[in-house]
């Protein structure tokens, strides 16, 4: 007696390869659709945080723009490669305005000031702050192998201008040096 060899799927079997497909497919899609959904929220997320930036492109940096409340609206520089304060070559030295300050400086003084029209200077120097070094500039922020620091002018401690308050030009630089301090902790080297 010869026993036939039975070829191809019984019932059973080709019902379980119908239901493994079936949860293949169901999983794929789950899978596909939590990542699609996911994908979808990160990108409107980062799209919504993109925050205008203010660039010192001599200095290598960037920092997110002042706030119109700050009073640092149309914040602007001008560069001068001058001596570190370490006593070791040269850097840029950036002196900032807004054309608010600009415009009290000139209504108050009679004369041209030392450094301008600027609020603050700022420059940057090789190396890790050491407050030992420093002459009257301070500590702005330190980043990997340099830091910038920060000086305020002289020379803006009085009005000549006659029927213009005195105190109006200085008390302006104090809250611009201040609103700048706060801002620049934003500040981020520019990729």
Sequence with gaps: ???KKQAGFS???LLMAVVIIILSVVVGWLVYKDHHKTTTTSTNSSSSVIVPKFVFKELGLQMDKPS???GLDGLTYTVQ???NDNGVGTSPTLYLSTPVFSNDVNRCYTQT???GESFAAISKISGVYDPTQLGES???KQFDGYYIVI???NGLTTCTAAGVDRNLVLNEAKQLQTNFVDAFKTATVIQ
């Design 113 to 115: 000031l030392s450094n």
């Design 81 to 83: 490669n001058l001596p």
């Design 11 to 13: 019932a059973i079997e």
């Design 138 to 140: 301070s500590l702005l």
């Design 68 to 70: 119109s409340s700050s």
């Design 1 to 3: 007696m010869k026993i």
């Design 151 to 153: 000086g305020y002018p």
